[in-house]
Nanobody, 126 residues
Framework: VQLQASGGGLAQAGASLRLSCELS????????MGWFRQAPGKERRFVAS????????YYGDVLKGRLAISRNNYQNTVYLQMDSLEAEDTAVYYC????????????????????WGQGTLVTVSS
């Protein structure tokens, strides 16, 4: 399984970005999909997840009220829409896929995800 993330870059504070992540090598619908982020010098933190069907979404404590996760099971892609970006949102954003667990309390922990993308850097200038 491979995850290819894209969409990061330099953005000004207040702007929006949409990250994408395409899964290849297996059936996309088998996986819960999610995003984490890691700021410089900090631990990786859970951002959001979306269920296999796309019906259920769950958000962590970062970017509260300013993001939306979605997926397109025909295009094998998960998206993360981020709005009203702040300088504190500067981080490497990682997409991840999970097949072992789907419970929310487990998905918050990075060790419970099975596959990871390479990360895409988001830099927000104030």
């Amino acid at each position: 399984v491979q995850l290819q993330a894209s969409g990061g870059g330099l953005a000004q504070a207040g702007a929006s970005l949409r990250l994408s992540c395409e899964l290849s090598g297996d059936s996309f619908g088998r996986y819960t999909m999610g995003w984490f982020r890691q700021a410089p010098g900090k631990e990786r933190r859970f951002v959001a997840s979306v269920s296999k069907s796309g019906v259920s979404t769950y958000y962590g404590d970062v970017l509260k009220g300013r993001l939306a996760i979605s997926r397109n099971n025909y295009q094998n892609t998960v998206y993360l829409q981020m709005d009203s970006l702040e300088a504190e949102d500067t981080a490497v954003y990682y997409c991840a896929a999970a097949y072992r667990y789907s419970q929310i309390h487990r998905l918050r922990e990075s060790e419970n995800w099975d596959y990871w993308g390479q990360g895409t850097l988001v830099t927000v200038s104030s």
